[in-house]
């Protein structure tokens, strides 16, 4: 809605996808010459954790998100560290490397999936594509690759406005792209309203 809103009439003329990632589900909405289909499916980044959770002993979703998010794609084993159950630094060591190689090859499959899936449910003569949700930050360099044959509009360029707005800080825990929809929405709303106001009050 806030892109069309941007691109005016011209919004009619071309054909968007909107992908939403988010930590339970995935969904892309096609828009094409203003016709919207979509589709869901629960391949959120729980996903993953789930898989990571189902292979080790004693972790759980929180743990592993907050392990998961602060290292970030690399999977950087210090931010892992407290996650291990065994006080042996060389055990606990030992275990930290398993939970690191179980993440990595959990973070594969995961995306394999998610790709799969978006390719099937995205065309590929869509003219741009807009990504938002928490979980696309994860993925971002996987995103740019699946997408090279379009434009790729982060969040409808909402983040920053989003950051501003609640006087977030500039840094990677901020998360803007969890609230650039419901800001998005917020901002539409209130700008559908103001005009259905302004028609109002000319009566």
Known sequence: MTRSKKLGTDFNKVNIAVVMLGFRDISAVIFERGISTGKTEGLGLAWML?????????QNLHDLLKAVHLSGSALKPRYFNTLARSKNAEFKAEEVAQIVEVAEL???????????????????????????GGTSEYLVAELKNLFTYTEISWA????????????????????????????????????????????????
């Open 50 to 58: 789930e898989r990571i959770k189902s292979r080790t002993s004693g």
């Open 106 to 132: 959990s973070r594969k499959e995961y995306w394999n999936k998610v790709s799969i899936w978006l390719s099937m449910n995205i065309p590929v003569d869509i003219q741009q594509v807009i990504i938002g």
């Open 156 to 203: 409808a360029e909402l983040e920053e406005d989003v950051r501003l707005a609640f006087n977030l800080p500039i840094k990677k825990d901020a998360l803007c792209l969890r609230f650039t929809d419901v800001y998005g929405l917020f901002r539409y709303q209130n700008a559908t309203s103001a005009i259905s106001n302004h028609r109002e009050a000319k009566k």
